[in-house]
């Protein structure tokens, strides 16, 4: 089979890299990299850390308002799938980068596997919501990481060709944990000592672009008097640049520029907390057994909540500095993401 894979930002190299490598074995794949990310940092680490081949195309797109940017990707994504005319496309996630290459796909009738199908935070003012949404009503393949998300599809009415595959995240830490304990220098580089820091990661629009939330996250972090790494996204070194947070961020954070995936992994398992509002680094929480305080008022990963391993507080002062201080977990967790084989499924499946 001819399949042609979609991706653009960060986390989607990351859910990419563990499915190309087994559909490569059978299949012919062409990756298109939208270009939504594009700072060394941001893009090309991943590919290097995590062995994935050179895209066949990268479209520079680039940054830009929502429509602009989902715009542009509609038509460059367009001219690649008249050209190279595959059987299937793949697109991971919910990012922009998503939902246009579902979208320029279907409407040229190719069809469309969406791996990380199902989710839903309810909150329409995400803009990934919208993609989610969207992407699952037009792809015909719906991989989902969860019960949870096949039971959100089923309520939307949507029960064809939908399998619980498991979350190929859980493959992506898997394979590189141990990769990441041997190579990982980070925590001597920070003079670092393990369970004796904590982990921020802030980019949702909701925080980073209205000045009043991202002033209580930086007013709790700092009031905190813990130690906080925190590698910032660059779409929140520019408010915090702009809304005059930079100087008080750097003088009570150890702000560090945006770290590669075995930095991170190991970032992750020796953080005492993490506190964060990405989607990808909740769950990562929840498979490391590290608790986790969301800085948001809702989550696609309710059973992370449910199981008691993570908290939301939204952006607020209070709630974050009493997480910090006193948000305990259970101790027990299962495993709610699948087994780590959710790339051999998809594999199987799309045979
Ligand atoms: C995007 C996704 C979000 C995902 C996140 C992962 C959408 C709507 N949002 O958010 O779901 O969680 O990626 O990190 O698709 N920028 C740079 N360099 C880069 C990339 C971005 O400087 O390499 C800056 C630009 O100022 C840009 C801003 O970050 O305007 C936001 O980038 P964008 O890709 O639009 O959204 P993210 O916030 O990264
Ligand atoms: N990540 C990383 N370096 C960082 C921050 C995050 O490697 O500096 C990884 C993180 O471990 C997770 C993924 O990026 O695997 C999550 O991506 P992000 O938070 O950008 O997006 P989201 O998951 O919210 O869509």
Redesign the pocket.
């Known amino acids: 089979m001819r399949i042609l894979s979609v991706v653009g930002?960060?986390?989607q190299f990351?859910k990419c890299a563990p499915v190309s490598r087994i559909i490569r074995k059978r299949n012919e794949e062409i990756l298109v990299h939208t270009g939504q990310h594009y700072d060394p940092?941001?893009s090309d680490?991943?590919f290097e850390e995590l062995d994935i081949p050179k895209p066949d195309y990268n479209l520079g797109i680039g940054s830009g308002t929502q429509g602009e940017q989902t715009g542009k990707m509609l038509i460059e994504i367009e001219k690649v799938l008249l050209k190279e005319k595959p059987d299937l496309v793949i697109v991971y996630?919910?990012?922009n980068s998503t939902l246009t290459g579902a979208l320029a796909a279907s409407k040229l009738h190719i069809k469309v596997a969406h791996v990380e199908a199902g989710l839903r935070s309810f909150d329409r003012a995400m803009p990934?919501e919208i993609n989610r949404v969207v992407t699952d009503q037009i792809s015909n393949i719906l991989f989902c990481p969860t019960d949870t998300a096949v039971m959100n599809l089923k309520n939307e009415g949507i029960t064809e060709g939908v399998y619980n595959v498991g979350d190929v995240?859980v493959d992506?830490?898997k394979y590189n944990q141990k990769i990441a304990e041997d190579k990982s220098t980070i925590l001597q580089d920070l003079s670092l000592n393990p369970k004796e820091f904590l982990l921020a990661?802030v980019?949702?629009a909701s925080n980073t672009d209205n000045k009043e939330n991202l002033s209580s996250i930086v007013k709790a972090f700092s009031d905190s008097e813990e130690t906080i790494v925190f590698?910032?996204?660059p779409r929140t070194r520019k408010y915090l640049k702009e809304y005059n947070l930079w100087g008080k961020i750097l003088k009570s954070t150890k702000v560090?520029?945006?770290?590669?995936?075995l930095?991170?992994?190991k970032l992750?398992s020796n953080a005492r907390r993490i506190l964060?509002?990405?989607?990808?680094?909740?769950?990562?929480a929840y498979m490391l057994r590290i608790p986790c305080t969301t800085l948001r008022d809702s989550t696609e990963w309710v059973e992370t909540v449910e199981e008691g391993w993570n908290i939301l507080v939204g952006a607020d002062y209070e709630k974050i500095k009493k997480s910090i201080r006193e948000f305990e977990v259970p101790g027990k967790s299962r495993k709610i993401f699948g087994d780590g084989k959710a790339a051999e499924k998809i594999d199987e499946l799309l045979e």
């Open positions: 930002a960060r986390p990351i940092e941001m680490v991943f996630g919910d990012t990934e995240m992506a830490l990661t980019h949702r590698p910032v996204h560090i520029p945006p770290v590669g995936y930095d991170m992994l992750e964060t509002d990405s989607g990808g680094v909740q769950k990562e």
